[in-house]
């Protein structure tokens, strides 16, 4: 198992919350290196499957796209916040035509474990979704993850609207073993 990384930049640069931050930021972290060097390529499941490796990348938090409990819809208006994210997808993909972001998704701790892991699956991909259908984002550049209640940015069992939620994150870097 890898050790969680050590990070020596910024909280606010490592966890990038998407409503609070400027379009730069939102571009310099789609673009960013890994926090930690990385030696070797890793396949897309240790990726998906491996937390401390994940951690490697800064995220983008997008916590103005939150979900009614249950469900995986991304409203209209919602949808339309995904616009700054999808302008710096679109800059850093047309910068490196192979970058490839994972969208993960997320609970609270509502519902059974089985429950919340297909739904924060069906979260992640209705906001991949989006980004391809509205806003012209290759599909080849994008995979999904839901990661069910595991990872609650609220730690409480009850229901909270800022645990159902979806991240973004470059995993670029650790499918290629560049750093």
Known sequence: TLAPPRVYIPRDR??????????????????????????????????????????WMPRIDLDSITFESGSWEVTPDQARLLEPIAEAMRRAIERNPNEVYLIEGHTDAVGSD??????????????AEVLTQDFGIPPENL????????????????????????????????????N
Do not use: C, F, W
Not at 26 to 48: F, G, N
Not at 118 to 124: E, G, I, K, Q, V
């Open 143 to 178: 995979t999904t993850q839901g990661y069910g209640e595991q990872y609650l940015k609220v730690p409480t069992q009850g229901p909270e609207r800022l645990n159902r939620r979806v991240t973004v994150r470059r995993i670029t870097p650790l499918l290629t073993g560049q």
């Open 14 to 55: 490592y966890i990038v919350d998407a409503d609070r931050a400027d379009r730069a930021l939102l571009y310099d972290t789609l673009i960013a290196p890994p926090v930690m060097h990385i030696d070797r390529r890793y396949s897309l499941d240790e990726i998906r499957y491996t937390h401390n490796l994940r951690e």
């Open 114 to 127: 089985v429950d919340n892991l297909s739904l924060s699956d069906r979260r992640a991909e209705a906001v």
